[in-house]
T-cell receptor
Framework: DQQVKQNSPSLSVQEGRISILNCDYTNSMFDYFLWYKKYPAEGPTFLISISSIKDKNEDGRFTVFLNKSAKHLSLHIVPSQPGDSAVYFCAARFDNYGQNFVFGPGTRLSVLP | DVKVTQSSRYLVKRTGEKVFLECVQDMDHENMFWYRQDPGLGLRLIYFSYDVKMKEKGDIPEGYSVSREKKERFSLILESASTNQTSMYLC?????????????FGDGTRLSIL
């Protein structure tokens, strides 16, 4: 059973609007969460993170929100740009010492010009 | 910047062949990881290593082995390749222990087994 879920396989958004990507997890012991962005034929690139002691982290156009009681996090991209079109993976850490993460299946974001 | 280099971007092999995928990182990271990425399944952990000569099984180790003879290099071995091992293989590295920091990935090797 997947411990990290991204229930939307794909999302289309108009350029300039907000993109919201969602991620749900089942294990309350996860203590650190990451978002990665992946272009075709490239490896995932780290985008933004959030520790379980926070509920929001912002970096430029990217903001991650964490709702621990709901075991839910979301990535907001404002404003969305065509270059943001990629697959986005959510990841949750279960092993602080070994830095081991569980990854979600990914959401493909398409930003339309 | 962290650099994780995978030796091949694309590789085509035949069923039954022994296949080696190489990964090198230049940041003196203790941890190294091998994943495979398949559509709809995300990244699944095959093996990882916290130190030289050390290895741990991930979620899907069957049909694979690994080697870590030097800190900077982590090799994935397909002992006898099969068609269901056709996939994108990703190597990653990170520092060990107690810090909030991400894994850093290579560009991947797209492996096709015919």
């Amino acid at each position: 059973d997947q411990q990290v879920k991204q229930n939307s396989p794909s999302l289309s958004v108009q350029e300039g609007r907000i993109s919201i990507l969602n991620c749900d997890y089942t294990n309350s012991m996860f203590d650190y969460f990451l978002w990665y962005k992946k272009y075709p034929a490239e490896g995932p690139t780290f985008l933004i993170s959030i520790s379980s002691i926070k509920d929001k982290n912002e970096d430029g156009r990217f903001t991650v929100f964490l709702n621990k009681s709901a075991k839910h996090l979301s990535l907001h991209i404002v404003p969305s740009q065509p270059g943001d079109s990629a697959v986005y993976f959510c990841a949750a850490r279960f092993d602080n010492y070994g830095q081991n993460f569980v990854f979600g299946p990914g959401t493909r974001l398409s930003v339309l010009p | 910047d962290v650099k994780v280099t995978q030796s091949s971007r694309y590789l085509v092999k035949r069923t039954g062949e022994k296949v080696f995928l190489e990964c090198v990182q230049d940041m003196d990271h203790e941890n190294m990881f091998w994943y495979r990425q398949d559509p709809g399944l995300g990244l699944r952990l095959i093996y990882f290593s916290y130190d030289v000569k050390m290895k741990e099984k991930g979620d899907i180790p069957e049909g694979y082995s690994v080697s870590r003879e030097k800190k900077e290099r982590f090799s994935l071995i397909l002992e006898s390749a099969s068609t269901n091992q056709t996939s994108m293989y990703l190597c990653a590295s990170s520092l060990l222990g107690g810090r909030n920091q991400p894994q850093h990935f290579g560009d991947g090797t797209r492996l096709s087994i015919l």
